[in-house]
Nanobody, 126 residues
Framework: QVQLVESGGGLVQAGGSLRLSCTAS????????TGWFRQAPGKEREFVAA?????????YYADSVKGRFTISRDNAKNTVYLQMNSLKPEDTAVYYC??????????????????WGQGTQVTVSS
């Protein structure tokens, strides 16, 4: 069983940056694929980015964040990061990290993931 805890959310002006962290405990985190999703009020949870296990080496981004967000992992710290630059008001949402046991992180739908964190709020003001 893997427990995931997100941190790093907050309030930032448009054009600013934030770095989200997803720290895992339990399980063999480095063998899991990890994704970031977000959910704005009244909208469905949507895929943001994903990174495969240490030996898969796969990385995927939603078109809406490509070139602005970067996902990375630090296995020594059991942590996956989401560096978010050039933030826009439409990036405002609760951001969730999720882990999936295949390690490929190819799924872009929430039901493709097995474990979830509690979420962290990101608010981008205009």
């Amino acid at each position: 069983q893997v427990q995931l805890v997100e941190s790093g959310g907050g309030l930032v002006q448009a054009g600013g940056s934030l770095r989200l962290s997803c720290t895992a405990s339990g399980g063999t985190f480095r063998s899991y694929g990890t994704g970031w999703f977000r959910q704005a009020p009244g909208k469905e949870r949507e895929f943001v980015a994903a990174i495969g296990s240490s030996w898969r080496g796969t990385i995927y981004y939603a078109d809406s964040v490509k070139g602005r967000f970067t996902i990375s992992r630090d296995n020594a710290k059991n942590t996956v990061y989401l560096q978010m630059n050039s933030l826009k008001p439409e990036d405002t949402a609760v951001y969730y990290c999720a882990a999936e046991i295949t390690g490929w992180a190819m799924q872009r739908r929430p039901n493709g993931y097995d474990y979830w964190g509690q979420g962290t709020q990101v608010t981008v003001s205009s």
